[in-house]
C-alpha cells in the first residue's frame, strides 16, 4: 500500500522530466537542423559570394578618349589652339597653375598642370609641364622642369558608354583614395571597421546614442561590410530574410578577403547618384559627376559633400536640395573637426565654402554620336560584348578642333546653298582622316550637330558619280608601256548594250563632244565619254581590280556603266579607296580605335601601324599629280581662289540627275570627303564642284592647309609629248604639251606632224643668239 502511494507521488515528477528530455530532444534536433540549414546555406551564400567578389564585379562603361596628343621640338603647333583643347579638356585657366587640372599661358609659353593619367607607359601621375612656341614652332618641352625632346598630353574623355544596367561608375584603388575621405567615412559610417568581423552590435549601440543625442540619424548601425553585402548581392526590400542573408554575406565576406579588399569594393560599390537615367556608383564617378574633378583634386568641404550623399543621393542632393545638402556637410565637417581630421582654420574655410559643384548636372554627355557609332562598331570587332563590360579605356584618333570645324563647316554652308541654288532639306556627310596613320579625326552623319539617329557618313550608300575615275585611269597608267598622260581618247558619240540587248547612250556632263582628248585631259575635266572608252579598252575585270586594290571590300557586279560611277558606297568606304591614293598608294585601313587598355591597363588590342603597297610608286604619283591638276585647272579650279593657292589634290563626283554631290580632296596632312544630297534620293541641283566643294573649302581653310609636296621618283621623268598623236617627242616638233611619265615607257619619235618654224635671223642661225 506504502508502495503504490510512493509511487503515485513520484509520477507528476517523472513525467517531468519525460517532457523536459523530450523537449530537450526536440530543441536540439531543431538546434542541429538549423546549424546544417545555415551551413548549406552558408555554403550556398559562400559560393555566390566568391564567384561575383572574385569574377567579373561589376559591369563597368567604357571609357572612349580622344587622340593622345604628342608634341615634339621643332614641329608646327599652334599654342592657342593646345589652350582651347586643355579648356574642353577640364582645365581651368589661372594666372598661376598650382594645381593638377590648371593652366597659365602667355603669348610664347603654356604651363599646365597635368592631371595623373596613366598613359599605358608608366606614367601615372600629376605633372608639370612647359611648351614654348615661337612663330608656331615648338623651341622647348620640359616635364617637372627636366627637358625633354616630346611629351603627351591628356586626352579628352569623349565618352562612357553604359551598359544595359545603367550603372555608371570609375574604378578606383584603395591608393588614389585619400586618406582624409577614408577616414572620415570610416567616422561616419562605420569606426569600428577594421576591428569588427561582419557584423558590429557596439557599432549598432554607439549608431544609436550618437542618433539620440543629435535628434536625428547622423550615424548608421550597419557596417561598411554589410552595407556592401547588400548593395553587391541583394535587393532593397526591408524584411527579416534579407537582414538576416546581409548578416551572413557579411561574415563571409569578412573571413574571405582582406579589410582593404573589402573597403576598396565599397568605395567602387556605393550608390551616390543619379544621373539621368544612369545610377552613379562609386566615389571615382561621384567626384566627377558634382565636381567635374578626380578623386584625389577634392577640397575638403567635397569630400565631406561626398561622404553625406551616402546616407541619401536622392534627399541631400546638392542640385535640388542644396540647404539640406550643406547642413549634412557642414555636420560632416564639424565631426571630423571633432575627431582632428580637420584643423580649425580648415573647418573654417570650408564650412564657409560654397557648394562648388557643376554647373550642368549631366555627366559625359555623348556630343559626337556619329563618331561614337564608328567606335562601337569596330569595338564590336576587336572585343567580345562581356569584356567590354569590364571597365575598358578605348583611345582613339578623334580630334575635337577637326570635329569643331566640320561641324560649324556643315552648319554654315548648307543654308547658304540652299539659298542659292533655292533647294531645301540639304543633306551632309563628312569624314576627316590623316593620311599618314589612317586615324579617323572627325566625322559628320548630317546636319544636325549631336543627332544621334542616321548616319549617313558610315550607311548612306549613294551612287558615287566620277570619284571612281581614279581607279580606271590608276589601272592605265600601271600599264605604262601602253598608257601615259598623252594618250588619245575618243570623245565621240558611242552605243552600248547591256545584257538584256538595251542600249546605253553615254554622254558628257556638258554634252558636248571634243572629238579626241588626252588621257589626262579626261581625268582632269572628267569627261565621261574618254573614260568609258578608256575602260571598255582596259577591261572591266582590270578596273575592277583597281578598285578592290584600292580598298573596296564588298562584292562587285561589272558593267559599262560601273564606269561612271553607278555603285553605291557609302562616304566611308569611298574615303577608304582615296586613303590609298593620297598615301601614295599605300593601303591601310582608316580607323577610330588605336588602343584598347584593360582595367589594370593592360593592352588587349592595340593598332599595328603596317601599309601595304597597293599601287606602284609610279602610278600612285602620276594619278596625284593629275589629281593636282583637277584642282589647279580642272572642275575644281574654283579652289585656287577658295584657298589661295594653296596646293591640294582632289576630285568632284556628280551622280545623275545632280542627285548626289561629292568632293574629297586631300593635302600632305589631311584627306577629307565630302558628301551633300537629299534622304529621298531626290535632286539637289548640285554638281561635285557647286555642292560638295565649297564644305570641303571652308573646312580646309579653318583647319589650316598643309601644302602638298611633290616627290617625284627617279623613275619619272619630264618629257615633250605631241598633242595630237601623243607621241614622246623632241623639241624641234611643234604643238607640244610636258607631262611627267614612266622613263622606260617612253619611245620619242624622230617623226613630227609639223616642226617649228624657226623665226630667228640667218645672222642668229648661224652665230646663234
Not at 26 to 53: E, H, M, N
Not at 327 to 338: N, P, S, T, V
Not at 605 to 621: F, I, P, V
Request: one cysteine or more; glycine letters at 6%.
Amino acid at each position: 500500500m506504502s508502495i503504490n502511494k510512493a509511487t503515485k507521488r513520484s509520477s507528476p515528477v517523472v513525467k517531468e522530466k519525460s517532457i523536459m528530455r523530450r523537449i530537450g530532444i526536440t530543441l536540439g534536433k531543431l538546434i542541429i537542423a538549423t546549424v546544417f540549414t545555415v551551413g548549406i546555406f552558408s555554403i550556398y551564400l559562400d559560393a555566390k559570394v566568391r564567384k561575383k567578389f572574385e569574377g567579373q564585379r561589376w559591369q563597368v562603361p567604357v571609357q572612349v578618349y580622344g587622340q593622345i596628343k604628342k608634341l615634339q621640338l621643332g614641329e608646327q603647333e599652334n599654342l592657342e589652339e593646345i589652350a582651347q583643347s586643355l579648356k574642353v579638356n577640364g582645365y581651368q585657366k589661372v594666372k598661376f597653375a598650382t594645381r593638377a587640372g590648371q593652366f597659365s599661358q602667355s603669348s610664347e609659353r603654356l604651363n599646365i598642370f597635368q592631371r595623373a593619367f596613366d598613359f599605358a607607359n608608366g606614367v601615372n601621375y600629376a605633372q608639370q609641364l612647359s611648351i614654348e612656341v615661337v612663330s608656331e614652332i615648338v623651341v622647348s618641352l620640359s616635364v617637372d622642369e627636366q627637358a625633354v625632346t616630346t611629351l603627351m598630353l591628356e586626352p579628352q574623355l569623349l565618352a562612357r558608354l553604359v551598359p544595359d544596367n545603367k550603372e555608371d561608375r570609375v574604378l578606383v584603388s584603395l591608393e588614389e583614395v585619400p586618406s582624409q575621405l577614408i577616414d572620415t567615412l570610416l567616422l561616419i559610417e562605420d569606426r569600428d571597421f577594421y576591428h569588427h568581423h561582419g557584423v558590429s552590435p557596439v557599432g549598432i549601440f554607439r549608431a544609436l546614442l550618437n542618433n539620440i543625442r543629435a535628434g536625428r540619424t547622423v550615424q548608421g548601425g550597419s557596417t561598411l561590410t554589410q552595407q556592401l553585402a547588400k548593395n553587391m548581392f541583394l535587393n532593397r526590400e526591408r524584411t527579416l530574410s534579407r537582414k538576416i542573408k546581409e548578416a551572413l554575406m557579411a561574415v563571409i565576406l569578412e573571413l574571405r578577403y582582406s579589410k582593404d579588399q573589402l573597403l576598396e569594393a565599397y568605395i567602387n560599390e556605393v550608390y551616390l547618384g543619379q544621373n539621368y537615367a544612369n545610377g552613379v556608383y562609386g566615389f571615382g564617378l561621384a567626384a566627377q559627376f558634382y565636381f567635374g574633378k578626380k578623386i584625389n583634386e577634392l577640397s575638403h568641404g567635397q569630400m565631406a559633400l561626398l561622404i553625406a550623399q551616402v546616407k541619401g543621393p536622392s534627399y541631400y542632393d546638392p542640385w535640388r536640395h542644396p540647404e539640406r545638402a550643406i547642413e549634412r556637410r557642414d555636420l560632416i565637417l564639424r565631426l571630423m573637426f571633432e575627431q582632428h581630421l580637420l584643423s580649425l582654420v580648415d573647418f573654417e574655410q570650408a564650412a564657409e565654402s560654397t557648394l562648388s559643384i557643376r554647373s550642368n548636372r549631366r555627366l559625359a554627355k555623348k556630343n559626337y554620336p556619329a563618331y561614337l557609332q564608328l567606335v562601337n562598331a569596330e569595338l564590336n570587332q576587336h572585343l567580345s560584348s562581356f569584356t567590354q563590360k569590364s571597365g575598358i579605356k578605348v583611345f582613339t584618333g578623334f580630334s575635337h578642333r577637326s570635329q569643331q570645324l566640320l561641324e560649324q563647316s556643315v552648319a554654315k554652308q548648307l543654308p547658304l546653298l540652299e539659298r542659292k541654288y533655292h533647294q531645301k532639306n540639304l543633306e551632309a556627310a563628312m569624314v576627316v582622316t590623316d593620311i599618314a596613320s589612317g586615324e579617323i579625326r572627325a566625322l559628320v552623319g548630317g546636319r544636325e550637330s549631336g543627332y544621334a539617329g542616321f548616319n549617313r557618313a558610315l550607311n548612306a550608300k549613294r551612287h558615287i558619280g566620277s570619284l571612281i575615275k581614279p581607279a580606271i585611269y590608276v589601272a592605265a597608267l600601271e600599264r605604262y608601256q601602253q598608257y601615259n598622260f598623252a594618250t588619245i581618247l575618243d570623245d565621240k558619240a558611242i552605243t552600248l548594250r547591256n545584257g538584256t540587248g538595251k542600249k546605253w547612250q553615254p554622254k558628257n556632263y556638258d554634252g558636248k563632244y571634243r572629238g579626241q582628248v588626252s588621257l589626262i585631259e579626261g581625268l582632269v575635266f572628267s569627261l565621261n565619254v574618254p573614260t568609258i572608252n578608256l575602260g571598255m579598252s582596259l577591261g572591266l575585270d582590270s578596273v575592277a581590280d583597281a578598285i578592290k586594290a584600292l580598298g573596296y571590300q564588298q562584292k562587285l557586279r561589272m558593267r559599262p556603266s560601273v564606269l561612271l560611277g553607278a555603285i553605291n558606297m557609302s562616304p566611308l568606304e569611298i574615303n577608304q579607296l582615296y586613303l590609298s591614293i593620297a598615301n601614295h598608294g599605300y593601303y591601310q585601313k582608316s580607323h577610330t580605335i588605336t588602343k584598347i587598355l584593360s582595367s589594370n591597363n593592360e593592352t588587349l588590342w592595340q593598332k599595328q601601324q603596317s601599309s601595304e603597297q597597293r599601287l606602284s610608286s609610279n602610278a600612285a604619283y602620276l594619278l596625284d599629280y593629275a589629281l593636282g591638276r583637277v584642282t589647279q585647272v580642272g572642275t575644281a579650279r574654283s579652289l585656287t581662289w577658295r584657298l589661295n593657292n594653296k596646293k591640294v589634290a582632289g576630285k568632284t563626283g556628280t551622280s545623275n540627275a545632280l542627285r548626289d554631290s561629292w568632293f574629297i580632296g586631300y593635302d600632305s596632312k589631311h584627306l577629307i570627303t565630302t558628301w551633300l544630297g537629299k534622304d529621298n534620293n531626290k535632286p539637289t541641283g548640285l554638281t561635285g564642284s557647286s555642292g560638295a566643294l565649297p564644305l570641303f573649302a571652308d573646312f580646309i581653310k579653318k583647319q589650316g592647309v598643309v601644302n602638298k609636296i611633290e616627290a617625284k621618283p627617279e623613275s619619272i621623268v619630264v618629257t615633250l609629248f605631241e598633242q595630237q598623236t601623243g607621241n614622246a617627242v623632241t623639241d624641234k616638233c611643234a604643238n607640244t604639251v610636258i607631262y611627267p611619265a614612266v622613263r622606260d615607257g617612253i619611245i620619242t619619235s624622230k617623226d613630227c606632224l609639223q616642226e617649228k618654224e624657226d623665226h630667228r635671223s640667218w645672222f642668229e642661225r648661224v652665230f646663234g643668239e
